[in-house]
């Protein structure tokens, strides 16, 4: 059973708009959220990360929102540019279970200019 | 090097052969992991290293996969009698430290087996 999902395989948006990708787990355990960044023939890059004590977490365009409650969490782009399209995963770790990441199957963003 | 070096970056192998992948981390990592990325899915856990042992080897899919880190450096990922299912890219990461899953991804090596 997949532990973290990610329904949208894709998303398209306009330059200068905002990008919202979304994810959802299964998992209680799970008590760090992170994303990461995927442009083709590349490893994926970190871009953020929220402590599930938290609710939100902010670095420049990029912001991440977590609902526990929900288990459901969501990364905001704005303003989307074109540089921002690639692949975007959400993955999850639970401490005391050897620091692995449970990884989304990614989405893929476009931004049009 | 600045990075994580994963060499070869492509290999094409026939069914039932034997291949070695290496992963390079970035100096001074302790934390060292391999992923297994298929066609259109996220990366997933196969195997993470602290130091020279291996910590969690719970996402090794059979006995065919067996991985090593003898001085607590570089790693090579072995798989043994090759299959058509092992066809991916498997992805190495490193990290400082291992804490919260943060972590320096190579570009990978996407291997192929026909």
């Known amino acids: 059973d997949q532990q973290v999902k990610q329904n949208s395989p894709s998303l398209s948006v306009q330059e200068g708009r905002i990008s919202i990708l979304n994810c959802d787990y299964t998992n209680s355990m799970f008590d760090y959220f992170l994303w990461y960044k995927k442009y083709p023939a590349e490893g994926p890059t970190f871009l953020i990360s929220?402590?599930?004590?938290?609710d939100k977490n902010e670095d420049g365009r990029f912001t991440v929102f977590l609902n526990k409650s929900a288990k459901h969490l969501s990364l905001h782009i704005v303003p989307s540019q074109p540089g921002d399209s690639a692949v975007y995963f959400c993955a999850a770790s639970a401490q005391g279970a050897g620091n692995k990441l449970t990884f989304g199957g990614g989405t893929r963003v476009l931004v049009k200019p | 090097g600045a990075g994580v070096s994963q060499t070869p970056s492509n290999k094409v192998t026939e069914k039932g052969k034997y291949v070695e992948l290496r992963c390079d981390p970035i100096s001074g990592h302790t934390a060292l992991y391999w992923y297994r990325q298929s066609l259109g899915q996220g990366p997933e856990f196969l195997i993470y290293?602290?130091?020279?042992?291996?910590?969690?080897d719970s996402g090794l899919p059979n006995d065919r996969f067996f991985a090593v880190r003898p001085e607590g450096s570089v790693s090579t990922l072995k798989i043994q009698r090759t299959e058509r299912g092992d066809s991916a890219v498997y992805l190495c990461?490193?990290?400082?430290?291992?804490?919260?899953?943060?972590?320096?991804f190579g570009s990978g090596t996407r291997l192929t087996v026909v």
């Open positions: 290293f602290q130091g020279t042992g291996a910590a969690d």
């Open positions: 929220i402590s599930s004590i938290k």
């Open positions: 990461a490193s990290s400082l430290n291992p804490g919260q899953g943060k972590c320096t």
